[in-house]
Structures are given as C-alpha cells and as structure tokens.
C-alpha cells in the first residue's frame, strides 16, 4: 500500500528531535548530541488518505502515544548523521510493515484417515516406551 505514496513527501511531514546519547563513549558523548528521535503524526498528516491513517493506528497503537505520534529514536551510531539514517530506515520498515495486508486464512479439516493414523501412531510409539520401562522380577 505504501507503492503509492511518495516517501519524499511523508519524510518532511517528520520531525527530528536531537539529544545526547546515554551509555559509554567518553567525551563525545557528553559533548555531541548523537541520539536522533522520529516524530510522525499519523493523525495530522496531510499525505496519507483516512484509511490508512486507521490501519496504521490500529497496527502501530502500542507504539504511539496520546496525540497519535510514532517515535522512533537510535542512539547506536556515533554519529547523528547514521542515527537519522538507521531511523529513517526503521520507519519505512514499520509503515510497510503495518500495510501488508494479511491473508485470509482458510479453516481446514483434517480427514478422518489421517486422524486414525496419527492415533495408530500413538498407540505404537506408547508401547515403544512401556517396553524400555525397568520391570522388577519376583525372586523365586
């Protein structure tokens, strides 16, 4: 579904958010802001017809907070050029994710054959272990 809709144009509905990044690194980290943050309103975007919009909030619910805003952050990469673009990559990830459609699955029924013959197994394999089992002889 995402075919259809220019990446272009949804990447300058978003919003980047820069900050240090936690962990070690020395001196960088205390003074380089590395750690980027993706900001996207599904709700207020102008590029995404409504639905999509639903499917995306219903997909993405648990990763969106109370104004409808998917945030994405990496801090993994010592520079902030390679975090934007490791968030960048797991945002396009997620929508087409989220887009695919699932398929309709058939219920199927197995026969009455094969049920037979999965018991007959069974049955063959459980007296497969009762002959291993350790019997105790009466003395005579």
Excluded: C, W
């Excluded at 990763?63 to 520079?79: F, W």
């Amino acid at each position: 579904m995402l075919q259809n809709i220019d990446l272009n144009k949804i990447l300058k509905e978003v919003k980047f958010n820069t900050s240090r990044s936690g962990g070690k690194g020395g001196q960088n980290v205390n003074k380089v802001e590395t750690k980027v943050e993706l900001v996207y309103n599904i709700t207020g975007s102008m590029v995404i017809d409504e639905e999509i919009k639903d499917i995306l909030r219903k997909k993405l619910y648990n990763k969106l907070d109370s104004e409808h805003n998917l945030r994405i952050t990496s801090q993994t990469e010592r520079t902030q050029l390679g975090n934007k673009k490791k968030v960048i990559e797991k945002f396009i990830k997620l929508l087409n994710g989220a887009l695919i459609k699932e398929k309709f699955r058939i219920k199927t029924v197995k026969s009455y054959s094969s049920k037979q013959q999965t018991l007959e197994e069974k049955r063959k394999h459980s007296i497969k272990k009762q002959q291993r089992r350790v019997r105790d002889f009466p003395d005579d």
